[in-house]
């Protein structure tokens, strides 16, 4: 995660997209194609969408650039899962240094801020908008990255090498990634890129949590 300046100039940038204030990461998770592997663990690796897949867990910054990811479990594995057993809540359950905008596939924190699934104001709509607005650009990091590498979405194919390789391989695509974002290459054309995630519903929340999302929807 990044540090307390470079924390505050995301929250500048993200600030500027739909005025959401204080976030310094949006998350989620992305399902990446690999070859069915040999053994018992087979059918673990089967995601939601029915083919072999490696569940990724990143975090992008205002620039798209992934600032935290965990690259290990199989594709049946829910997201919220994942962020239960990553380095995510014991780093930000101890500081109080902005938030990360997650989708309805993570519970609600006081530093993960998820959407409203029932919105009755006009307050409410508005959050939500700036939120998702916001949040989307992990979708397009994803999508950014599944183009420039295109072995790791399905019209290249599938990964054809035993779990332990695609997560090296994916691994080394994630920093190839940030370094092409660095050093300014063109970003190739994204239109025919749909990024597969596990897409279930996660309602459970702290009181605190969501009464501070209650006090965050009124200041739109």
Excluded at 6 to 24: D, L, M
Excluded at 93 to 109: A, I, Q, V
Excluded at 126 to 149: D, G, P, Q, V, Y
């Amino acid at each position: 995660m990044p540090d307390h300046t470079q924390a505050a100039i995301n929250k500048q940038r993200f600030h500027q997209i739909a005025r959401f204030p204080n976030v310094i990461g949006c998350i989620d998770g992305t399902l990446l194609p690999i070859m069915a592997p040999p053994g018992a663990e087979e059918p673990i690796f089967v995601c939601r969408k029915g083919y072999h897949a490696i569940n990724v867990q990143a975090v992008c910054d205002a620039n798209m650039r992934y600032i935290n990811a965990v690259i290990r479990w199989p594709g049946s594995t829910h997201d919220a899962f994942i962020l239960a057993n990553s380095t995510l809540p014991g780093i930000l359950d101890s500081t109080n240094n902005g938030w990360l905008l997650g989708d309805s596939g993570y519970p609600l924190k006081k530093w993960l801020i998820t959407p409203l699934l029932n919105v009755n104001t006009e307050q409410e709509r508005r959050f939500n908008e700036a939120r998702m607005a916001t949040r989307c650009l992990i979708e397009r990091s994803f999508a950014l990255l599944k183009a420039r590498f295109r072995c790791l979405h399905k019209t290249g194919g599938a990964l054809p090498y035993r779990p332990s390789t695609c997560v090296k391989i994916i691994e080394s695509c994630f920093k190839l990634h940030n370094m092409a974002l660095d050093l300014n290459l063109p970003n190739p054309n994204t239109d025919s890129i749909v990024v597969d995630n596990n897409q279930e519903i996660v309602q459970n929340c702290s009181r605190d949590a969501f009464e501070q999302r209650r006090r965050l929807t009124q200041r739109f």
